[in-house]
């Protein structure tokens, strides 16, 4: 297909072709590139799915030159195995370069994607990492822990920005993403905490976990019913819309109730499932919500425009696109996620080694992953590309599952073209036309003016965020190594761990855990549930 | 060039072809060149490749035996060829900790410093690089006539803006000596100013690096610890770690404020297996990418100090490294004659570009938006190459400098460099030849407050280049034009240079190190602040651009007797009898007036 044409047609008389172009453009497809009908149909594939690639992942130069990521999307074989002590928790920042991991020790350990080692140790906690959350120019790190404790990391120097006590255990921290001083906390069993954190003293607030209900024409025992009944509600689970206007909170009782965070009301509230709502997602671009509850099904919903600025809380509708489920084998699910696009949803399950991958346009199961021999936790889609993050309950190792990368030969060889069948070589008129070395020379220099050249316009537009650049640190001392092998309980928290050879004693000679058994042993957190986990398997 | 032949280097570095080479040798594979042969012979090449596979390791190494399959393969198949590669250099790390593996290496060094002279039987291309120097140094006899046109740098088919649309022209740069350093006791390989520009990393022969301050010129720290001769040094993004490569095979990473290595468990990358020649570390400066004389390029995880990927890349040394702004592809480049261009977090290769000369390449750098890549090459031309339209096409050619032997290098050179003051950049963007920039300029102020966004595309660019005669080149890069030359900035070969802002170093044969300023920074800013240019005059300083910033208080012991004019040169007392403040002169004076007149030819005039 010749590009020259639909840019010269208008596109009332050629609507497809300006589609095209309009799709070309988009893709930052090169006209001139020999490839460029193929990679204008897989572009256009793409782009008339329903999950379309964000720009803002467009912007890699590396994407001129390759159109892999326009026919791998989605994780297929375990590219990485990384392991700095057991990890609990993960979570990939915005622009997909860093990967923060929690441990059962309390330690943050934070990943460089590029190099696939340790960019930095923050540590601060003394228990397992149950929840993180990156700010969105990626400067900022939010943790929690078991321990009662939630610390904003200022990764700039590493060191604490602020922390915040609460009563319980934490499930769920999340950072307000347009303004790190805005915190939410869900603790277990304790109130649903927001933290506005702009002045020096950071004020809590005690946001709503009971549903918003009509109470104006019900009688007093239904009210006494509804009273007794929200007393035990709890939140479980919370997130920010990615615009930090509202929170969405799931709780106990299979509610989800979506809170002005201005306001910090209860504006909306639906029962969208029976069992406890574990854990929330929002796609990337937020117009859709995951939603992980222990009732063995995975949610996905349509979320409802909420930034309007008039908006009618009356006319709020979440409404349900799919449920994912294993029918057959009941499995329920430790954790699950979007992928980048938001096409496909991840989920990691329950006393199995396997992770499952939907689609969903259609609903249905693309790809079961297994490898590890073991039961995976966390599951986290990298922002932008097709890799996925998992980590293993037992050993906890993180796995990095990715795409396979072939080198495509011709662009080792600018003489060769990777083609189907034989093609008949025409020759040119002028090939074998014998000119004078210098004149060939001088020719092909005068040619050379005829086209313009800027080597300073940038193609793509550097985004309005101001980019964070983590800085290098040289030394990160030896006992960071990524052999590091951390298996502590509940006194030695702060001790560090030694190689596998030194076998599972400690310095000061406590035995640790039961890992002796088989593999290095679970904290006391993982042991919990573990056992939680077993209690279950026998009812069903 | 007959004056570079008779400058007798003093040291091996960068010297890339033996002096005794056959000039006649002719080629006669040349027929070989054309697509259809090529094609054609591709199954011949498997076939020879697997001979040479079935080689002794030892055997391989002395290349002597292999030349003839070599200069084949080279001309033919360069994929082919990096396999091929891949699998030598594979074996070859299995027997490194070999004694008689070390012998080998010892007995290489020592002969491998230059190319020995059957590798360059091998290039086959000796009687064409003698017929395009000759073409060159016509055009050079030429030049000042077609130079004269060049500064308005209009091009006769491009569509020339409306001359009511030019605002006052930005004069050209005009890079004037200030400072000159010494101390290292050895020629100076490399030389490379911080991201920051605040400082100037050199490398040198001797084996140590320095430190210096770029603004006063003080000597800031020596960074001892490699065996052997360094070849090369990078700046990491923050300005305050820099990494050195060296003959000793290793690489180190040193903190600038200390002096003292980065790491502090005292750690070399150490992997390569043989001279470390080129460094370049990513914009996030997590990555450092290395290119060595054992034709591999690695890329280490800086932090750890462990290899990420070896890229089997090239078959001869890697020349030249660079990552692209954006850190997501690297380019390197080889005396084989290939530019390849890598995805940093995949290792593929995603493009090579070859020129159809095959000269070897010298040295290679990204342009500031990343969409073009400039490579020099040994038959004394630098190529600016779009690598993405179709499967990589030149865009430009810049000749006027002499690269032949040496891996000079050359370096963009941006008025309008983004860090810098908008006052600048805006000044800068009149001079712009492309319409996009007159039709925002078209109010001729350059004030426009609402345009601030666009000033980033406003600034000129011009192409630097270090040459063998002591020479630095300056180009534009849209006209190809020559803006600059300053004669002789070195005794003996300038072996690089570089250039922040309005800051630009050299570093030569003869163990100093030069550091020029914009003197016409000064002119274009003088429209925004007349008084400051004012001071600066009264006090007699020739103390341009930069100068208004820094003024150099003159140390004695800077400035010594300027090895090409034999007259002391200062900057600030600027000697009449100087030929390059006679320049200076006429360029400012000019500038007043209109467009400048083109600095070469004023100073052929006052020679």
């Given at each position: 297909?010749?590009?020259?044409?639909?840019?010269?047609?208008?596109?009332?008389?050629?609507?497809?072709?300006?589609?095209?172009?309009?799709?070309?453009?988009?893709?930052?497809?090169?006209?001139?590139?020999?490839?460029?009908?193929?990679?204008?149909?897989?572009?256009?594939?793409?782009?008339?799915?329903?999950?379309?690639?964000?720009?803002?992942?467009?912007?890699?130069?590396?994407?001129?030159?390759?159109?892999?990521?326009?026919?791998?999307?989605?994780?297929?074989?375990?590219?990485?195995?990384?392991?700095?002590?057991?990890?609990?928790?993960?979570?990939?920042?915005?622009?997909?370069?860093?990967?923060?991991?929690?441990?059962?020790?309390?330690?943050?350990?934070?990943?460089?994607?590029?190099?696939?080692?340790?960019?930095?140790?923050?540590?601060?906690?003394?228990?397992?990492?149950?929840?993180?959350?990156?700010?969105?120019?990626?400067?900022?790190?939010?943790?929690?822990?078991?321990?009662?404790?939630?610390?904003?990391?200022?990764?700039?120097?590493?060191?604490?920005?602020?922390?915040?006590?609460?009563?319980?255990?934490?499930?769920?921290?999340?950072?307000?993403?347009?303004?790190?001083?805005?915190?939410?906390?869900?603790?277990?069993?304790?109130?649903?905490?927001?933290?506005?954190?702009?002045?020096?003293?950071?004020?809590?607030?005690?946001?709503?976990?009971?549903?918003?209900?009509?109470?104006?024409?019900?009688?007093?025992?239904?009210?006494?019913?509804?009273?007794?009944?929200?007393?035990?509600?709890?939140?479980?689970?919370?997130?920010?819309?990615?615009?930090?206007?509202?929170?969405?909170?799931?709780?106990?009782?299979?509610?989800?109730?979506?809170?002005?965070?201005?306001?910090?009301?209860?504006?909306?509230?639906?029962?969208?499932?029976?069992?406890?709502?574990?854990?929330?997602?929002?796609?990337?671009?937020?117009?859709?919500?995951?939603?992980?509850?222990?009732?063995?099904?995975?949610?996905?919903?349509?979320?409802?425009?909420?930034?309007?600025?008039?908006?009618?809380?009356?006319?709020?509708?979440?409404?349900?696109?799919?449920?994912?489920?294993?029918?057959?084998?009941?499995?329920?699910?430790?954790?699950?996620?979007?992928?980048?696009?938001?096409?496909?949803?991840?989920?990691?399950?329950?006393?199995?080694?396997?992770?499952?991958?939907?689609?969903?346009?259609?609903?249905?199961?693309?790809?079961?992953?297994?490898?590890?021999?073991?039961?995976?936790?966390?599951?986290?889609?990298?922002?932008?590309?097709?890799?996925?993050?998992?980590?293993?309950?037992?050993?906890?190792?993180?796995?990095?599952?990715?795409?396979?990368?072939?080198?495509?030969?011709?662009?080792?060889?600018?003489?060769?073209?990777?083609?189907?069948?034989?093609?008949?070589?025409?020759?040119?008129?002028?090939?074998?036309?014998?000119?004078?070395q210098e004149?060939?020379a001088?020719?092909?220099i005068?040619?050379?003016?005829?086209?313009?050249?800027?080597?300073?316009?940038?193609?793509?537009?550097?985004?309005?965020?101001?980019?964070?650049?983590?800085?290098?640190?040289?030394?990160?001392?030896?006992?960071?190594?990524?052999?590091?092998?951390?298996?502590?309980?509940?006194?030695?928290?702060?001790?560090?761990?030694?190689?596998?050879?030194?076998?599972?004693?400690?310095?000061?000679?406590?035995?640790?855990?039961?890992?002796?058994?088989?593999?290095?042993?679970?904290?006391?957190?993982?042991?919990?549930?573990?056992?939680?986990?077993?209690?279950?398997?026998?009812?069903? | 060039m007959a004056d570079t032949e008779q400058v007798a280097p003093p040291l091996k570095r960068r010297k890339v072809n033996s002096d005794d080479e056959n000039e006649e040798r002719s080629s006669p594979d040349r027929?070989?060149?054309?697509?259809?042969?090529?094609?054609?012979?591709?199954?011949?090449?498997?076939?020879?490749?697997?001979?040479?596979?079935?080689?002794?390791?030892a055997h391989s190494r002395s290349r002597s035996p292999r030349s003839r399959?070599r200069s084949?393969?080279r001309t033919?198949?360069?994929?082919?060829?990096?396999?091929?590669?891949?699998?030598?250099?594979?074996?070859r790390?299995?027997?490194?900790?070999?004694?008689?593996d070390d012998d080998d290496d010892e007995s290489r060094s020592r002969s491998g410093r230059y190319y020995s002279s059957d590798r360059t039987d091998s290039r086959s291309r000796r009687s064409t690089t003698d017929s395009r120097s000759r073409t060159t140094s016509s055009r050079r006899r030429r030049r000042p006539?077609?130079s004269?046109?060049?500064?308005?740098?209009?091009?006769?088919?491009?569509?020339?803006?409306?001359?009511?649309?030019?605002?006052?022209?930005?004069?050209?740069p005009n890079f004037l000596p200030c400072l000159s350093l010494h101390g290292h006791t050895g020629p100076v390989s490399q030389v490379r100013l911080s991201?920051?520009?605040?400082w100037i990393a050199s490398a040198s022969a001797d084996g140590t690096a320095r430190i210096w301050d770029s603004?006063?010129g003080a000597h800031m720290e020596t960074l001892v610890g490699h065996m052997a001769g360094i070849n090369t040094v990078a700046w990491?993004?923050?300005?305050?770690?820099l990494a050195t490569g060296s003959d000793d095979k290793k690489i180190r990473?040193w903190?600038?404020?200390?002096?003292?290595?980065?790491?502090?468990?005292?750690?070399q990358?150490?992997?390569h297996h043989s001279y470390v020649y080129c460094l370049a570390?990513?914009?996030?400066?997590?990555?450092?990418?290395s290119g060595s004389y054992d034709e591999a390029v690695?890329?280490?995880?800086?932090?750890?100090?462990?290899?990420?990927?070896?890229?089997?890349a090239h078959s001869d040394p890697v020349s030249g490294i660079d990552?692209?702004?954006?850190?997501?592809?690297?380019c390197s480049c080889s005396t084989d004659g290939l530019i390849?261009?890598?995805?940093?977090?995949?290792?593929?290769?995603?493009?090579?570009?070859v020129h159809?000369d095959n000269p070897p390449i010298s040295s290679v750098c990204?342009?500031?938006?990343?969409?073009?890549v400039l490579a020099s090459s040994l038959d004394s031309s630098i190529r600016l190459?779009?690598?993405?339209?179709?499967?990589?096409?030149?865009?430009?050619t810049y000749q006027g400098h002499a690269s032949k032997k040496f891996a000079v290098g050359g370096c963009f050179c941006?008025?309008?460099?983004?860090?810098?003051?908008?006052?600048?950049?805006?000044?800068?963007?009149?001079?712009?030849?492309?319409?996009?920039?007159?039709?925002?300029?078209?109010?001729?102020?350059?004030?426009?407050?609402?345009?601030?966004?666009?000033?980033?595309?406003?600034?000129?660019?011009y192409v630097v280049s270090a040459s063998e005669d002591g020479d630095l080149v300056l180009w534009?890069?849209?006209?190809k034009g020559v803006v600059q030359r300053v004669r002789k900035a070195h005794s003996g070969v300038c072996f690089w240079v570089d250039v922040k802002?309005?800051t630009m170093v050299t570093a030569g044969q003869d163990l100093c190190i030069k550091v020029f300023r914009?003197?016409?920074?000064?002119?274009?800013?003088?429209?925004?602040?007349?008084?400051?240019?004012?001071?600066?005059?009264?006090?007699?300083?020739?103390?341009?651009?930069?100068?208004?910033?820094?003024?150099p208080?003159l140390d004695p012991e800077m400035m010594d007797a300027d090895p090409a004019s034999g007259a002391p040169r200062a900057a600030?007392?600027a000697a009449?009898s100087n030929d390059m403040v006679v320049v200076v002169?006429?360029?400012?004076?000019?500038?007043?007036?209109?467009?400048?007149?083109d600095p070469v030819v004023k100073m052929e005039e006052t020679q």
């Open positions: 297909m010749d590009p020259e044409p639909f840019k010269l047609q208008p596109a009332r008389l050629n609507p497809e072709a300006a589609h095209l172009h309009k799709v070309a453009a988009n893709f930052r497809l090169d006209p001139n590139n020999p490839n460029f009908e193929q990679n204008l149909k897989k572009a256009a594939a793409k782009s008339s799915n329903k999950f379309p690639i964000p720009q803002e992942h467009l912007t890699g130069m590396n994407l001129l030159l390759s159109d892999d990521y326009l026919i791998q999307d989605h994780p297929e074989v375990l590219n990485h195995t990384i392991r700095s002590g057991h990890s609990t928790c993960l979570r990939f920042n915005r622009k997909g370069n860093y990967l923060a991991s929690g441990r059962v020790d309390g330690t943050v350990v934070l990943w460089d994607m590029d190099t696939m080692g340790v960019a930095r140790k923050l540590r601060g906690h003394s228990k397992g990492i149950s929840s993180l959350c990156w700010s969105r120019c990626g400067r900022y790190l939010l943790s929690a822990c078991r321990g009662w404790l939630v610390i904003l990391w200022d990764l700039q120097d590493g060191k604490k920005e602020r922390q915040i006590r609460v009563r319980a255990p934490v499930f769920t921290a999340e950072l307000n993403p347009t303004n790190r001083h805005q915190i939410i906390v869900a603790c277990y069993e304790e109130d649903f905490i927001y933290c506005d954190a702009m002045n020096k003293l950071s004020r809590k607030y005690v946001l709503p976990s009971a549903p918003k209900r009509d109470d104006s024409e019900v009688d007093e025992a239904t009210k006494e019913k509804w009273a007794k009944e929200d007393a035990k509600t709890m939140t479980t689970a919370a997130i920010f819309t990615p615009s930090g206007k509202h929170i969405l909170a799931g709780t106990n009782k299979g509610r989800v109730n979506v809170i002005n965070s201005n306001t910090r009301e209860i504006i909306y509230s639906e029962k969208v499932c029976t069992g406890v709502i574990t854990s929330l997602r929002v796609s990337f671009n937020g117009s859709d919500l995951l939603i992980n509850a222990q009732d063995r099904i995975i949610r996905t919903f349509k979320l409802p425009e909420l930034d309007v600025p008039d908006l009618d809380p009356d006319t709020i509708q979440l409404n349900l696109e799919h449920k994912f489920q294993d029918v057959v084998n009941r499995l329920s699910w430790n954790a699950c996620c979007f992928g980048a696009t938001g096409e496909y949803v991840a989920a990691s399950t329950y006393n199995n080694h396997e992770m499952y991958i939907w689609e969903r346009t259609h609903g249905s199961l693309v790809r079961m992953l297994e490898g590890p021999k073991e039961e995976q936790g966390m599951v986290e889609w990298h922002p932008s590309k097709p890799i996925l993050a998992v980590n293993g309950l037992e050993t906890g190792r993180i796995y990095i599952w990715g795409v396979t990368n072939t080198q495509k030969w011709s662009s080792l060889a600018p003489d060769f073209a990777e083609v189907e069948e034989n093609d008949e070589y025409e020759e040119k008129e002028d090939e074998f036309d014998i000119h004078p004149e060939i001088k020719r092909r005068d040619r050379e003016d005829e086209e313009d050249v800027d080597v300073l316009t940038m193609d793509v537009p550097k985004g309005d965020e101001q980019e964070f650049r983590m800085p290098i640190l040289y030394n990160l001392g030896d006992d960071d190594s990524e052999e590091e092998l951390i298996a502590v309980s509940t006194g030695t928290m702060r001790r560090k761990s030694y190689s596998e050879g030194q076998g599972d004693v400690s310095l000061d000679g406590e035995t640790i855990g039961e890992g002796a058994a088989g593999g290095p042993s679970a904290g006391p957190a993982e042991k919990a549930t573990a056992k939680k986990g077993k209690g279950k398997g026998k009812k069903k | 027929a070989f060149h054309s697509p259809t042969r090529r094609l054609a012979i591709r199954d011949r090449d498997i076939r020879q490749r697997s001979q040479s596979h079935d080689r002794d390791y399959t084949l393969s033919q198949s360069p994929a082919s060829r990096s396999r091929s590669t891949s699998s030598r250099s594979r074996g790390r299995s027997t490194t900790n070999d004694g008689d006539h077609s004269t046109r060049s500064p308005s740098g209009s091009l006769p088919r491009t569509p020339s803006p409306p001359e009511l649309l030019e605002p006052e022209p930005i004069p050209h991201p920051d520009g605040r603004a006063t990491a993004p923050d300005s305050a770690v990473c903190d600038r404020r200390t002096g003292r290595p980065a790491h502090s468990v005292a750690r990358l150490v992997g570390f990513s914009p996030q400066g997590n990555v450092l990418a690695f890329l280490w995880d800086v932090r750890g100090g462990r290899i990420l990927r070896d890229l089997p990552f692209s702004p954006d850190g997501t592809l690297v390849r261009i890598w995805d940093t977090s995949t290792g593929q290769c995603l493009r090579t570009l159809e990204f342009s500031p938006n990343g969409r073009h190459w779009d690598y993405i339209e179709g499967r990589g096409t030149v865009k430009r941006n008025t309008g460099e983004h860090d810098q003051s908008a006052i600048a950049s805006i000044g800068s963007g009149g001079r712009a030849t492309d319409e996009k920039r007159v039709i925002p300029d078209a109010g001729g102020g350059g004030e426009d407050d609402a345009d601030l966004p666009r000033v980033h595309d406003a600034g000129a660019s534009d890069v849209k006209s802002g309005d914009n003197g016409n920074a000064a002119v274009r800013d003088r429209d925004r602040d007349r008084m400051e240019e004012d001071v600066v005059r009264a006090n007699g300083a020739v103390v341009p651009p930069g100068g208004l910033r820094v003024s208080p600030g007392t009449e002169d006429a360029a400012a004076a000019a500038a007043a007036h209109g467009p400048t007149p």
